[in-house]
């Protein structure tokens, strides 16, 4: 029975939690007038925060940005920065996902990539930690570098779309991610979602789109799979 495993990157793969954190950091600072008294909070509180989705603003605030103007500000300071280089220096490969891969690859599994990374913002990391080993040039879909995004629940399941299209048929499908557009793009095709909270949501945030399964990371979710 042939198998393909689609995975999202960052959250699966990659720790982005310290990118997400310095450039909260860097907002901070940018922000903040020269005498004004602000909250940082530890990396812990922020990335529990952006994991239950608390809006930038609401950070903000907490954050000691009690001027709705300088929250925006914030807001958008934020959004602006966070996939640029060179805080994607900061991300980390999660070590366990490599073993994960090759348990998958020595098993006859067609692993893919799906991500929404553009293409000059994920093949440096893939040649960084020789992960095109696992993903042959077909298997790696990703937005173009000029692409126009939308939002993610729109542009992935565009992804999975082309993917199935170009893609050779299998008996089993899945998709492995940490965010509702990974889960929503494998429901836009019937693919089972495994949800994993080793990325940017926590439980209760996945639990409202209904994947079929929420598991700790890539490693239990490639576990899974197998011994079905």
Not at 106 to 119: S, Y
Not at 182 to 192: G, T, W, Y
Request: glycine share 2%; proline share 5%.
């Amino acid at each position: 029975m042939k198998k393909r495993i689609f995975t999202d990157f960052d959250g699966p793969i990659m720790d982005v939690s310290e990118r997400y954190y310095q450039v909260y950091l860097y907002c901070l600072a940018k922000i903040r007038q020269p005498e004004q008294v602000v909250r940082t909070l530890s990396k812990s509180e922020f990335w529990e925060y952006k994991r239950s989705q608390v809006p930038e603003k609401e950070i903000a605030i907490m954050s000691g940005f009690e001027d709705e103007q300088q929250a925006i500000r914030f807001a958008h300071l934020r959004r602006a920065t966070v996939h640029t280089n060179p805080y994607f220096d900061y991300d980390r490969l999660l070590e366990s996902a490599i073993p994960a891969l090759e348990k998958a690859q020595q098993a006859g599994v067609d692993l893919a990539v799906m991500t929404m990374r553009r293409r000059r913002e994920l093949e440096p990391v893939l040649d960084q930690y020789n992960l095109r080993r696992f993903f042959k040039s077909d298997r790696i879909f990703c937005l173009d570098d000029d692409y126009v995004k939308t939002v993610d629940t729109q542009d992935k399941p565009k992804l999975m779309k082309l993917a199935q299209a170009n893609l050779p048929s299998v008996d089993q499908q899945w998709m492995i991610g940490d965010t509702e557009a990974d889960i929503l793009a494998a429901q836009s095709h019937n693919i089972p979602a495994i949800a994993v909270l080793s990325g940017i949501r926590n439980q209760p945030q996945l639990e409202k789109y209904q994947p079929s399964q929420i598991l700790p990371d890539l490693t239990t979710s490639i576990n899974t799979i197998l011994e079905n």
